[in-house]
Every structure is written in structure tokens, then in C-alpha cells.
Nanobody, 125 residues
Framework: VQLQASGGGLVQAGGSLRLSCAAS????????MGWFRQAPGKEREFVAA????????YYADSVKGRFTISRDNAKSTVYLQMNSLKPEDTAVYYC???????????????????WGQGTLVTVSS
């Protein structure tokens, strides 16, 4: 599967952005989907994930209550709604796909077989 992330940009602190990740192929509904981010000089970290059934969602503590992950299988797209953005949210955001992924293991980078190219989010103070 090929993944195309979009929706990044420059926003002021307190603002909102919605990231999208469009997947190719007809098996999107069987993939657990995740969002990770990587800030300059830091390791890539888990942000949010949703199980392939859509029944489970998982968030990093740093974004819980501010970010929401969702999926639209008809559009083969996963979204990340980001509200109350902070300067520390500045990073390149990547989407990733895990075949039949579900459960807390979706927090782990090595669980994912496919990665998108990333979209830059910059939050100014």
C-alpha cells in the first residue's frame, strides 16, 4: 500500500489543523493506521493510532484530549484532527499502516510495514 500524507502547514499556538493520509489499494479497511512525528534532532515518536476495525484508538499522553484520529474506509483515508496546538507539536508527521493492526502494539514503530512521506506541521508561539 502507498500512503500520501497532507494537511500540514504553519499555524499559531492554540490553532487547529487536520492531517489526512490517503492510501492506495483496496485493502485499506484491513490496516491498522498510525500517526507518528519527528521533531528536529529527535527520534520519531508515536502520536495516535486506530485499529483496523476502527473500534480502538490510542494516543500519546502528550496529545490526549487535543488530537483525534479517525478513518473513512470508503475514502481509504485516515485523519488526525489536531486542536489546541502547541509549539512543541512542531514536527514532520508521518502516517503508517499495519496489516490487521489492533491493540496497544499500534504504539510501536516496528509494527508498521508501510510509511508515508511525511507532512510538516509548524506551530508558532
Amino acid at each position: 500500500v502507498q500512503l500520501q500524507a497532507s494537511g500540514g502547514g504553519l499555524v499559531q499556538a492554540g490553532g487547529s489543523l487536520r492531517l489526512s493520509c490517503a492510501a492506495s489499494g483496496r485493502t485499506f479497511s484491513t490496516y491498522g493506521m498510525g500517526w507518528f512525528r519527528q521533531a528536529p534532532g529527535k527520534e520519531r515518536e508515536f502520536v495516535a493510532a486506530i485499529s483496523w476495525t476502527g473500534g480502538g484508538t490510542y494516543y500519546a499522553d502528550s496529545v490526549k484530549g487535543r488530537f483525534t484520529i479517525s478513518r473513512d474506509n470508503a475514502k481509504s483515508t485516515v485523519y488526525l484532527q489536531m486542536n489546541s496546538l502547541k509549539p512543541e507539536d512542531t514536527a514532520v508527521y508521518y502516517c503508517a499502516a499495519d496489516p490487521y493492526g489492533r491493540g496497544p502494539s499500534l504504539r510501536l514503530r516496528h509494527e508498521y510495514d508501510f510509511w508515508g512521506q511525511g507532512t510538516l506541521v509548524t506551530v508558532s508561539s
